[in-house]
């Protein structure tokens, strides 16, 4: 079995903890946070897990394979660079770290140890958006011509990172797999801090990628609604994909065509201005088997290690993340 020790168990980490937990391929040796209340809790749910207050605790406990990391953003470089030196496998919560120069130190050193580097970019996993890549490697949707994505709320608002790293990386990285993680031509980030000055509440974001490709990703913990829509047009077809609808995934027959025109010396379009036809077919709402996307993570995380699987986000894929994300605001 991989023997795994957790850091961190604040917002998000009881949920990798329990999914770890349930795995059959792993065992838990020791779960790590500075404050005593969490330990605590962590002990109330799993009685047989060791709880240890440093990181370096963690690192020392013998038989250990792999280190997950759900601690803040500013902590990961230091932490995953302090586990791969240890010798073991991380999975560390996004973003994989604060700039590129730090991405591509772990990714020299995860390479140079011959382990797996991984950031948690979940929805990755998730089978909402694996089918909506699936139809657009199909040729279903035609030429991809723009996406753009609304991640809103009202709360929860942070103080240690701003609306776009704690929101965006979600949809940087959806958009970033579902174009096969192309290089951007343009980045521009535009945001505005309303409650605690330097900290932008409200951001939105443009990217240009290569053939024509635009993407816009608007983010807000000041927003009256809870929105977690992405929409995609292509040539042929549309998809919206709205996580807190019911039906996931809407896939539209809708577009707009140039008409070719019969001219007067049995021609088309000769000298005459364009003509086009607005196509509006049926929309279907396909039915996709559900697998919650954190566990295909761990899943994902375990094959990697065994050597079954190619890391799908691995510091490749992390680095054109963050480095969307540190684009200078205009």
Known sequence: ??????????????????????????????????????????????????????????????????????????????????????????????????SVGEVDEIAALAQRKNLVAMV??????????????????????????????????????????????????????????????????????????????GIDDVVFLDITYPDKVLAHVHVSWLDPHKVRCLTVVGSKKMVVYDDVADNKIAIYDKGIEPKAILGERMDYDQGLPPTFVHRSGEVRLPAIPWKEPLKNEIEHFLDCIEGKAICLTGPGHARKVVEILASQPH
Request: overall charge positive; glycine content about 8%; aromatic content about 8%.
């Open 120 to 197: 948690g970019h979940t929805f990755l996993f998730n089978p909402v958006v694996r089918y909506l890549k699936n139809l657009i490697d199909s040729g279903e949707l035609g030429q991809i011509r723009y996406i753009y994505s609304q991640r809103l709320n009202l709360g929860r608002i942070r103080s240690d990172v701003d609306a776009l790293w704690n929101l965006a990386p979600h949809d940087i990285s959806i958009i970033q797999y579902l174009l096969g993680d192309p290089e951007p031509l343009a980045i521009r980030r535009t945001g505005m801090d309303f409650i605690q000055p």
């Open 1 to 98: 079995m991989i023997q795994i020790a957790q850091i961190g168990v604040g917002y998000w980490g009881p949920n990798l903890l329990r999914n770890l937990m349930a795995e059959r391929r792993c065992r838990m040796l020791a779960v790590a946070d500075a404050s005593e209340e969490r330990r605590e809790f962590i002990r109330g749910l799993y009685p047989g897990v060791q709880t240890v207050a440093t990181a370096e605790e963690a690192f020392a406990c013998p038989g250990l394979d792999a280190v997950v990391i759900a601690t803040p953003a500013r902590t990961h470089h230091a932490l995953v660079m302090a586990a791969l030196r240890a010798g073991k496998h991380v999975l560390v919560e996004k973003p994989m770290a604060t």
